[in-house]
């Protein structure tokens, strides 16, 4: 599985992004996907996660209300839609995939076996 992160740049505070994560693959669509990110001398941060079929979302509660996680299985294609950004979700964003169908309840220690290059996003105040 290949997981190719696109769509971050420089917004300013407030603003909105939608962050995609293109997955290669012919069985990528049964698995759980989702995406953490790595704020500048930081650790990984888990963000949030999606099942295989979109019916269940997970959200850290720093994003929650403000992110949105999202799929479409036909396009093999992943989203995070950001709305009103802040300073601090200045980071690197990247694309994870899960070893099952639906979110792992310890998602959030980091259960993924896939991840992509990462996409940047800056916000500027």
């Known amino acids: 599985v290949q997981l190719v992160e696109s769509g971050g740049g420089l917004v300013q505070a407030g603003g909105s992004l939608r962050l995609s994560c293109a997955a290669s693959g012919r069985t990528s669509s049964s698995y759980a996907l989702g995406w953490v990110r790595q704020a500048p001398g930081k650790g990984l941060e888990w963000v949030s996660a999606?099942?295989?079929?979109?019916?269940?979302?997970y959200y850290a509660e720093s994003v929650k209300g403000r992110f949105t996680i999202s799929r479409d299985n036909a396009k093999n294609t992943l989203y995070l839609q950001i709305n009103s950004l802040k300073s601090e979700d200045t980071a690197v964003y990247y694309c994870t995939k899960y070893p099952s169908s639906s979110v792992p309840p310890h998602a959030r220690r980091g259960e993924y076996d896939y991840w992509g290059q990462g996409t940047q996003v800056t916000v500027s105040s």
């Open positions: 999606i099942s295989w079929n979109g019916d269940s979302t």
